[in-house]
């Protein structure tokens, strides 16, 4: 197979040793005993680089990102670009180099690839240097996390979690000593104003220059969002949508005998392995692709509005504010330009023609187009692609506000974790309705019950068989929507108050150097600023590991 040539050093290797073995069998004495030696010293190389394995090695990569055993032998030529992809990153880890450095690697992935990816990463031994935006991935992956805003890099221990936990941490204690100095600066300033020219000149003067000598602190720096938001929606029928033994194919099967129910409210994601037919069904619940067999039926009072990953939804010949203007009611100049700056799109950037920005802010209309509709049903199909981290927090919000139904489809499984409350899972000849987020169908997969969810034709139910979880699983999911399995604790048994305590003494303490750092005085004492310093460092990388502990304890206490 082509996933093969990524080791040609190895290939080489193994030709000689071949070719040395050939000759071996020909030769006598002296020669002979060299070419014995020669062939034992690739063997070394050879059993060093684990080539005896090198089909098995290169079976389960290929098949752990995605790979039927029916396209191994395929040229690349034959192969799709998402295929191609996904052979490039083959190479890379059969290749297991000292150094890799990942570009989106979950792109072109469904979801069990991604969580293959993600343990084969995990388990590797190389250095990593990695850019996602997936934050499963980053987090099970990861060590450090640098965030790169505006020109400028800030590094944080830890993986995705801990850096939003260090972010959050350490801007409040920025903003409290930044706005303890804007204080000090208004009263010295006020001081000043009100005896200036008076007995108490000599002291304002003195004031005047603490404050030209004052080294400021900066406010902590914010990435800020777009807001986003979609309207309030007229309230539909009970019964959103009513699929009846839908089935459909094209050169092979994608789902047969689907049969569910969509309630009013309802956030449903469709999950299931590329090439099942996740975007075709969302299709022709839309009535945009006729199912083979079945009947969808639409219920009372619903209007519906379909985001579509190639975002044909905005024409991108025309300008921001005209390409989403509605069609059903008047919705002047100066509302479009609202609904766009809810959405991130402002200044110059609304009389661009929307072929002109960027794929995110191609996105950010498109989601803006979605929120002048009016519907009370929203078909969205990977809406997250080309959002960065932030928006999709945003996005994530307005779906939990919003309170008309939602079908997703999406790669994004911390998306569909946030946003989601059923999931549809679509395989070859079966599906499962699971009744929770993605972290419940995570926790059937782990306990072995998600079998149980399923649905196929023999069965007349739409929800996973709760009634069948143990009372312990029962417990945990009742905990919340993001419970995960029970495990082992990583430390030692401490009271929830009690790391609570600790935290908040280190926080207050590092608070208490940081506005010592902003004194006259201990700018000018060097030995003082390199001892703050130094404790400091020690406080914040004493912080993590209590932050674990305590989510620990208040996990599993």
Aim: include cysteine; aromatic fraction near 6%.
């Amino acid at each position: 197979g082509e996933a093969a040539t990524a080791l040609e050093e190895l290939a080489t290797l193994t030709e000689q040793a071949q070719r040395v073995a050939e000759e071996m069998a020909q030769a006598m004495g002296q020669e002979q005993e060299a070419l014995a030696e020669r062939y034992d010293r690739l063997q070394e190389k050879l059993f060093q680089q684990d080539a005896y394995n090198l089909d098995y090695r290169i079976e389960r990569i290929l098949s752990g990102l995605g790979f039927v055993d029916s396209e191994f032998e395929k040229t690349v030529d034959q192969l799709s670009g998402g295929q191609k992809n996904r052979l490039a990153l083959a190479k890379l880890l059969l290749a297991e180099p000292d150094l890799m450095i990942l570009d989106e690697p979950s792109n072109h992935l469904d979801v069990d690839a991604t969580q293959w990816l993600e343990k084969f990463l995990a388990a590797s031994t190389a250095t990593i240097l990695l850019v996602s935006h997936d934050r499963f991935l980053i987090d099970q992956v990861s060590h450090k996390t640098i965030e790169l805003h505006q020109g400028t890099i800030e590094i944080y221990k830890g993986n995705y979690s801990a850096y939003m936990r260090q972010k959050d941490e350490r801007n409040a204690v920025l903003r409290r000593t930044y706005e303890k100095q804007q204080d000090e600066i208004a009263r010295l300033e006020e001081f000043v104003r009100r005896h200036i020219g008076s007995q108490k000149t000599t002291q304002a003067e003195d004031r005047r220059k603490k404050l030209q000598r004052m080294e400021l602190v900066n406010p902590p720096r914010e990435i800020i969002a777009p807001a986003m938001g979609f309207p309030k929606p007229e309230r539909s029928g009970d019964i959103v949508i009513r699929a009846e033994h839908v089935s459909k194919a094209y050169d092979f099967p994608l789902f047969q005998d689907l049969t569910f129910d969509i309630l009013r409210g309802q956030k449903w994601g469709i999950l299931g392995p590329n090439g099942t037919g996740k975007s075709t069904l969302m299709k022709i619940l839309n009535g945009e692709v006729e199912a083979d067999e079945g009947e969808i039926h639409i219920g009372a009072k619903v209007k519906s509005a379909y985001f579509d990953q190639h975002l044909t939804c905005v024409d991108s010949d025309k300008e921001h504010s005209e390409a989403i203007r509605p069609d059903h009611k008047e919705f002047v100049e100066r509302e479009r330009r609202d609904v766009l700056a809810r959405f991130g799109i402002t200044k110059e950037m609304v009389f661009k023609k929307v072929s002109q920005l960027s794929g995110g802010e191609r996105n950010r209309t498109a989601l803006a187009w979605l929120s002048t509709r009016d519907a009370n049903l929203l078909y969205l199909d990977e809406p997250t692609n080309h959002l960065d981290l932030w928006a999709r927090d945003s996005l994530e919000k307005t779906l939990n506000d919003y309170e008309g139904t939602v079908v997703i489809v999406s790669h994004d499984r911390y998306f569909l974790d946030q946003v989601c409350d059923m999931l549809l899972v679509v395989e070859p000849k079966r599906f499962r309705v699971i009744d929770g987020n993605y972290s419940t169908y995570q926790t059937l997969i782990d306990s072995g019950l998600a079998q149980e969810a399923r649905v196929g034709k023999e069965s007349k139910t739409t929800t996973a068989a709760v009634d069948d979880v143990p009372a312990e699983s029962k417990a945990k999911r009742a905990k919340g929507a993001n419970s995960k399995p029970r495990r082992k604790r990583k430390f030692p048994y401490r009271k929830v108050a009690e790391l609570e305590s600790e935290i908040a003494t280190i926080e207050n303490r590092i608070e208490a150097i940081y506005s010592a750092m902003g004194l006259e005085a201990t700018l000018r004492d060097g030995d003082l600023i390199k001892n703050l310093n130094a404790e400091l460092e020690s406080l914040q990388n004493s912080l993590e590991p209590l932050y674990e502990h305590l989510e620990e304890a208040i996990e599993m206490n």
